[in-house]
């Protein structure tokens, strides 16, 4: 007969962090076949900004280097601000966010473990409310497909801001479909006539929604390989579904149905990756529920009543204030004590 104490083998951080950054690949693999290899010199830009900063700032703190550079946490920062911003951006745009989120909003509060808010949701939050016009402006993958702009205009469109003289800018990017959507339905437009545009697809964006695609089979891995648990994913998409689908059965010509919700914009990316974050989400399974569907809540109120296209980034800051409330109020009941 076995005996206690029955201890799992538990995966190390690294270990998680690596699959993490595994499951992420399909998404950049959709990423470069629909929107050209740009995405790769921000990501590499993005990893060595966060790598030096943590570095800086552990030798700083008097921290040892090594075991915190190789637990890859800041490679998953670096990452996913660097999917969450415009391929075609700037050089310096990610390495000021990346350097906000590693040095702000991680280190400075503590490090791994110790940081309240997601990181990589600072920094770019940071980068929307400070440069909007850049952040706003995004390749349009049929556009892309008509000018061939090739790899290394890309690269030096990043570096030094010039394009080829045969093309013009507005013929390589454009509002994202949620920012159009928007500013169409200002104009009285109905949703129906909207979506006809070209740069909607079957599901999403034209070309984006392989890569949502992508994203969602390197989510259901993670949640295979139980990295992460199924409370946080579901909720935020079963939510944002949910009231998606009221506000357009109510009114189908003025809101977009919960499929363009749910394969649009930062969504899946937000369900699998970003609020599964371990350090700055709830702890209890019931306060996972409430945290996701809050987020949901707050995203889709944004994408239809705010100022900016998709609310991703502030839903999920505004929740972490609130994990502390939330896992307060959702603790199960110890045995043998009173609720």
């Known amino acids: ?21 595994l499951a992420l690949v399909p998404g950049i693999i959709a990423y470069i076949w629909v929107f050209g290899g740009g995405i ?18 552990l030798k700083l703190r008097k921290r040892p280097v090594q075991p915190f550079l190789t637990d890859y946490s800041a490679v998953i920062t670096a990452w996913l601000l660097a999917l969450a911003i415009p391929p075609l951006a700037p050089w310096w745009l990610i390495v000021v966010g990346t350097l906000f989120a590693i040095v702000v909003a991680k280190q400075l509060y503590g490090g791994l473990g110790y940081n309240p808010f997601n990181p990589a949701m600072i920094g770019y939050a940071v980068l929307l409310i400070s440069f909007p016009a850049i952040m706003t402006k995004w390749p349009a993958a049929l556009q892309l497909a008509q000018t061939q702009l090739s790899f290394a205009d890309q690269l030096h469109y990043i570096f030094s801001g010039l394009l080829p003289q045969s093309v013009q800018i507005d013929a390589v990017t454009s509002a994202t479909p949620l920012d159009y959507l928007k500013t169409q339905l200002t104009l009285k437009h109905d949703a129906a006539s909207i979506m006809q545009a070209p740069i909607f697809g079957a599901l999403g964006a034209k070309g984006g929604e392989y890569v949502t695609i992508a994203y969602l089979l390197g989510g259901l891995y993670l949640w295979q390989q139980k990295i992460i648990g199924w409370h946080l994913p579901t909720a935020f998409l079963a939510v944002l579904a949910l009231i998606s689908g009221v506000f357009w059965l109510a009114d189908s010509a003025h809101f977009a149905s919960p499929i363009f919700h749910l394969f649009g914009g930062a969504s899946i990316l937000c369900a699998f990756f ?66």
């Open 1 to 21: 007969m076995n005996r206690s104490p029955y201890i799992s083998d538990a995966p190390s951080v690294s270990t998680m962090m690596l699959k993490v950054l």
């Open 40 to 57: 790769l010199v921000t990501l590499a830009l993005a990893t060595a900004t966060a790598l030096a900063a943590e570095a800086v700032m």
């Open 274 to 339: 970003i609020i599964t974050d371990p350090v700055s989400g709830p702890t209890t399974p019931k306060g996972k529920l409430w945290f996701a569907a809050g987020v949901a809540i707050i995203t889709y109120l944004i994408r239809v009543y705010g100022g900016y296209p998709d609310g991703v980034a502030f839903a999920v800051i505004f929740m972490n204030i609130c994990v502390p409330l939330i896992d307060a109020h959702t603790q199960p009941r110890v045995f043998g004590h009173e609720k």
